[in-house]
């Protein structure tokens, strides 16, 4: 069959052959018909499939993850299908969300944080500091620890709105000398012997599965919550999308701005005191191994469900992530390096792919970018994927013969292919010539 | 004058057409060698598309013949030689404030340098500083332009624009408005050099909104108006300010004015001695159900107003109250207190354009969609929805990003947002840039019902058509002043444009220009005007 999407007839047709779908476009139809707001649920211009939630463009990193199954189900298959690999993933991979979840506060804001590394570290050598050379109460300890951390932020909340530096200057300069703090605090040794009940808060409990993982989750639920269903949330979003903008809609921006900091200052204590209570020891530069990954994971984590910063695609992003260099690792392709190369590149091939797909090209696309010629077509027929947002079909009425709303069964007769007539039926007939 | 002589520039039936509106329509007028040439007409006439077709900016519509001394020229592609003949001086000047004088002299055309490519510091800042000499100025040439005076500016602007002038064949040097910024000894600099090099065998096109140096300076004079050329290549002797204006508004111009309506209502917004970068001591007051207008020229301080009475920008001094409680200068006090502004940039202050509709129509006023802590997504969504549909957003997709929308929607939806928070006092601050026609009525239509029932309206614009069209009276701002106010029977086209040229020459109150060239008319145009109370 000849494929056109510009025209919504051969469109129809084609999806007239299943029944079904046939039914989900009238239904979207039959609801879009006064033209009133309507819900992208029942919008025109997008797909009324449900299907297209499962579209790579909304969910890239599960397909990702799944291929990551895939390869090394075949490639490590003894190691890599144990719950043993898996629940060390989880569990590394807890502390990398807090920190991410304590990252996606400020870049919703519009402000980078690239002092939560060092806050992390600078946290857990306060904590353990305190508790092995100050013989601290743990509660006591853990406590300043996460002052420490908000105290962090509002410093960087300082030069940020008040000083007016730019947020990732101020906080480059911060994580340098929270750095040199952690190595003059802690000697630049690693600070061992921490005491049984500190190092029992993030214990293994069911299935081997520590605190730090309901921590995790906990946070994320909380961060879940305020960001998406809260006015405090919405105001967060709406300084980042613009400052200005958003301050002349009467919100105190720079308010929000200070708190994203101490935010983000705050939760990256809380992961420096898991970091410190999971590993028993700590350095000057345990948190530094945490700041690219955690990057990457918030910014693929925008690439989605949403196009901005979201929690729940940071949380499969975190996941992802982990479990391919879990799996490298496993493999046991050299260890040195590859986590670093693997995180640097999906950070700029998921962000590159998104804004990619943001850009809007002057004039017409090049064919593989196209919709209905692109790769993304074949798959999408294949898997019955919904249309583009370009090119909608016009809505059907009652003269269209495909749908008949008079009809209950409109899909069951299709008009029986119409024979082409002779061409010559139609032409003037020949007069007088044939006398010659 | 040489008139029988082959033209510098010939343009002869340049025509713009933009998506939705014709921009110029069968421009036509010459440019002849060693003169003055003015250029002027109201905002939004197609002046600025007239100098980016030339600049090569604009690519002009098919049929448009240009020839530059009797050869003819494709300005959208001149060959290398073509282009060295054209000069042009913005109006923003388009130098790097982070460079210094040198080095903005030199971006165009290159450093000179030694054989080992070091460059000639000393040699390239004597050159600059002769240059500038010309206009009697001396500035640091090694420091930023930014830190230097607007004078010093537009004068490097100029002398870059002019440098390597070759005289053996006719060039053409366009001034966008170059006098905006200058004081009257900097004016008459300007003027000298223009003349010299005007008797150098130059065309000059000269674009200014104060007819009094139009008059001064100029030896013909082309009138545009809402595109097409209405008076091509007038001396100027023949012309006196009020012909000028006459041909820039036009006569039988009587745009639709709404009955007037009864201002009963008591002082819903009392601004006083309200003092800014520019404004100088602003007091006015406005009624509930009543619509105040403003004008002026671009810099007057009419761009400041809204915002500084919304406190949006800083206020230097002054009060602002409405319904006679004082109100802090912060954007946030303000809709508390019942204002809503909104914005003239609507691109970078009005609309965050990565936000969907949805969120944005109900954000400064979250408040009664909330239950409990959360917010409830249904209601805002019923709510924003309805808002949509009252001010007819088209296509009403709630999930669309608002940077997807055309320019009439996005202004709709901005203006459903502020008429959500149900404002005693409604700030338009350029309402209808960048919208369309039909967008244009419906919004016009808002405002109207707006008022009606009862609203504070003030609209800042810069289209005198829009503000007899919207306003009961129209306060025109001059020199960050409050000129005059019209009301009534005064309130015409005529009288608003007449009002706010009148008295540019008294620009932030420092400047009063004189008359280089002693052979035009003068004539005294500033007719009594009523004063504020």
């Known amino acids: ?436 | 004058m040489t008139r029988q002589s082959v033209p510098v520039l010939d343009i002869r039936n340049l025509s713009k057409t933009y998506p939705g509106q014709v921009a110029l329509a069968e421009a036509s007028f010459q440019v002849m060698p060693g003169e003055v040439h003015a250029l002027i007409g109201q905002n939004g006439s197609g002046k600025s598309t007239l100098i980016k077709t030339i600049a090569g900016y604009v690519k002009a519509d098919h049929g448009s013949q240009t020839f530059m001394n009797g050869n003819a020229i494709d300005l959208w592609h001149p060959t290398q030689q073509q282009r060295s003949r054209i000069r042009i001086v913005h109006q923003d000047l388009g130098l790097v404030p982070t460079l210094s004088a040198i080095e903005n002299l030199a971006l165009g055309r290159g450093f000179d340098t030694d054989r080992s490519g070091r460059i000639r510091w000393r040699r390239e800042t004597r050159r600059c500083q002769e240059l500038l000499l010309a206009f009697g100025l001396a500035p640091d040439v090694r420091s930023p332009v930014a830190t230097l005076s607007a004078a010093e500016r537009t004068a490097i602007a100029i002398v870059r624009a002019l440098q390597d002038w070759d005289d053996s064949q006719p060039g053409l040097l366009v001034l966008d408005e170059p006098t905006a910024s200058l004081n009257s000894d900097e004016v008459s600099a300007l003027f000298r050099e223009v003349h010299q090099l005007a008797k150098r065998g130059a065309g000059i096109i000269f674009v200014s909104h104060v007819l009094s140096e139009v008059l001064g300076l100029a030896n013909t004079v082309t009138v545009l108006r809402d595109g097409r050329t209405v008076l091509r290549n007038e001396p100027v002797a023949n012309h006196s300010q009020s012909t000028l204006v006459r041909a820039m508004v036009g006569e039988n111009v009587t745009t639709q004015r709404v009955q007037t309506r009864r201002q009963t209502g008591a002082y819903a917004l009392e601004v006083m001695n309200l003092s800014g970068a520019v404004l100088r001591d602003v007091s006015f007051k406005v009624r509930a159900g009543e619509v105040v207008g403003f004008a002026g020229l671009v810099g007057s301080g009419r761009e400041e107003i809204g915002n500084s009475v919304f406190g949006a920008t800083p206020r230097f001094a002054g009060k602002v109250l409405v319904k006679k409680q004082k109100v802090f200068a912060h954007p946030h006090d303000a809709i508390r207190s019942g204002m809503a502004l909104v914005p003239a940039d609507r691109k970078r202050l009005g609309l965050i354009p990565s936000q969907r509709l949805e969120d944005h129509i109900p954000l400064p006023h979250l408040g009664p969609l909330r239950s409990g802590l959360r917010v409830n997504l249904r209601r805002l969504r019923a709510d924003s929805s309805r808002w949509a549909q009252t001010l007819q957003v088209e296509p009403p997709l709630l999930r669309r990003r608002l940077e997807k929308f055309s320019g009439g929607n996005q202004q709709k939806a901005v203006l459903a947002r502020w008429l959500r928070t149900a404002p005693q006092v409604l700030i338009l601050d350029e309402p209808t840039q960048g919208v369309d026609i039909g967008a244009k009525s419906a919004i016009y239509s808002t405002i109207d019902k707006f008022a009606a029932e009862g609203g504070a309206v003030v609209v800042v614009s810069p289209d005198a058509e829009e503000l007899v069209r919207l306003c009961d009276r129209v306060l025109v701002i001059r020199g960050g002043m409050i000129g005059c106010e019209l009301s009534g029977h005064n309130l015409t086209n005529s009288r608003i444009v007449q009002e706010s040229l009148g008295a540019t020459s008294l620009r932030a109150g420092t400047r009063v220009v004189e008359r280089i060239v002693p052979f035009s008319v003068i004539t005294n145009q500033s007719s009594p005007s009523e004063v504020t109370e």
Not at chain 1, 53 to 80: C, D, Q, S
Not at chain 1, 234 to 252: D, S, V, W
Not at chain 1, 274 to 299: D, H, I
Not at chain 1, 356 to 376: A, L, M
Request: hydrophobic share 50%.
């Open chain 1, 1 to 436: 069959m000849k494929i056109d999407n510009a025209s919504g007839e051969v469109v129809a047709r084609r999806v007239l052959k299943r029944n079904k779908i046939t039914r989900r476009w009238r239904l979207a139809y039959d609801r879009t018909e006064p033209r009133e707001p309507i819900d992208s649920k029942f919008d025109v211009r997008r797909s009324p499939f449900k299907l297209k939630k499962l579209h790579p463009r909304n969910i890239g990193v599960l397909y990702l993850y799944g291929f990551a199954w895939l390869l090394y189900t075949m490639w490590i298959p003894e190691t890599w299908i144990t719950w043993l690999t898996h629940r060390s993933v989880i569990n590394q991979q807890a502390i990398l969300l807090v920190a991410a979840i304590g990252l996606i506060v400020p870049l919703a804001t519009g402000v980078f944080d690239l002092s939560i590394a060092a806050t992390m570290s600078a946290a857990a050598v306060t904590a353990s500091w305190l508790l092995v050379d100050r013989q601290w109460s743990v509660a006591a300890a853990i406590a300043v620890a996460l002052g420490f951390g908000a105290l962090v932020g509002a410093v960087n909340a300082f030069f940020i709105v008040k000083i007016k530096i730019d947020s990732f200057i101020a906080t480059l300069g911060m994580s340098s000398i929270l750095s040199a703090y952690a190595v003059w605090r802690s000697g630049n040794r690693s600070i061992l012997g921490l005491p049984e009940s500190f190092l029992a808060l993030t214990k293994s409990f069911a299935g081997g599965l520590r605190v730090s993982v309901v921590i995790a989750l906990l946070l994320a639920l909380i961060a879940w919550a305020v960001l998406e269903h809260t006015p405090v949330g919405r105001y967060f979003f709406a300084t980042g999308g613009n400052r200005e903008a958003a301050r002349l809609a009467g919100i105190h921006t720079d308010r929000y701005v200070s708190a994203a900091m101490i935010i983000s200052g705050f939760v990256a204590a809380i992961a420096g005191v898991l970091l410190a209570s999971q590993y028993g020891s700590v350095q000057a530069q345990s948190g530094t191994p945490y700041l690219l990954p955690a990057f990457a994971a918030v910014y693929l984590g925008a690439t989605q469900f949403k196009r901005r910063f979201n929690v729940l695609g940071t949380i499969l992003a975190v996941l992802v992530l982990q479990s391919g260099v879990k799996g490298l690792q496993l493999a046991g392709v050299a260890v040195l390096w590859v986590e670093n190369l693997f995180f640097g590149l999906a950070l700029v091939i998921s962000v590159g792919f998104s804004s990619y797909q943001r850009k809007v090209h002057g004039g017409e696309r090049r064919w593989w970018r196209r919709e209905e010629s692109g790769p993304q077509f074949l798959v999408g027929r294949i898997m019955g994927w919904g249309r583009s947002t370009r090119n909608p079909p016009s809505a059907p009425d009652a003269g269209d013969w495909w749908y008949d709303p008079a009809d209950k069964q409109a899909h069951h007769h299709r008009p029986s292919r119409v024979k082409r007539k002779k061409i010559s039926r139609y032409l003037p007939k020949r007069k007088g010539r044939r006398s010659l």
